[in-house]
């Protein structure tokens, strides 16, 4: 799987004083960060997706990984538009397997019922139509797509 850079979601910088963790992890910090990546930040953009890059580094069936290499079209229903969803991470497993990993809280990969918030209720169809891309575009890549939420680590 090649990187596709039209990435301008590194343009969009960690909040300092935001409502999610977030920050940079200088490279020397990591071992198995994809070289072809190594010129663009690493950003964490939640706890959530910080605990996923110790866990890529500290698996010995991960060999390599990438924070948001790619970029993927998709149709946003809600916009009634196409855009780009740029997957938190890639990682390449010691067997050469590829995965696209999403990192969400558990609550946003759920479908909404009626008591819950209209944001909640468009991020699930947003998601949605995200997600959809994303297989497919791993399946056309002879990859896999996954979504990690918090139960991953429990």
């Not at 580094?57 to 196409?82: Q, V």
Request: with cysteine.
């Amino acid at each position: 799987m090649d990187k596709k850079f039209s990435n301008n979601i590194k343009n969009i910088k960690p909040k300092k004083n935001g409502k999610y963790h977030q920050g940079y992890i200088p490279l020397n910090n990591l071992h198995k960060y994809f070289t072809s990546c190594k010129d663009e930040p690493i950003i964490y953009r939640s706890g959530l997706e910080y605990q996923f890059i110790m866990f890529c580094e500290s698996n010995p069936k991960i060999k390599r990984w990438a924070s948001e290499p790619i970029s993927i079209r998709y149709f946003n229903r809600l916009l009634n538009k196409e855009q780009n969803y740029y997957p938190d991470y890639v990682i390449e497993t010691h067997k050469g397997d590829k995965i696209i990993v999403e990192v969400k809280p558990y609550q946003q990969t759920v479908k909404p019922d009626s008591t819950d918030s209209a944001w909640l209720k468009e991020a699930w169809i947003v998601n949605n139509d995200k997600w959809k891309a994303a297989n497919e575009f791993a399946h056309k890549h002879n990859a896999k797509f996954i979504i990690i939420t918090e139960k991953f680590f429990q």
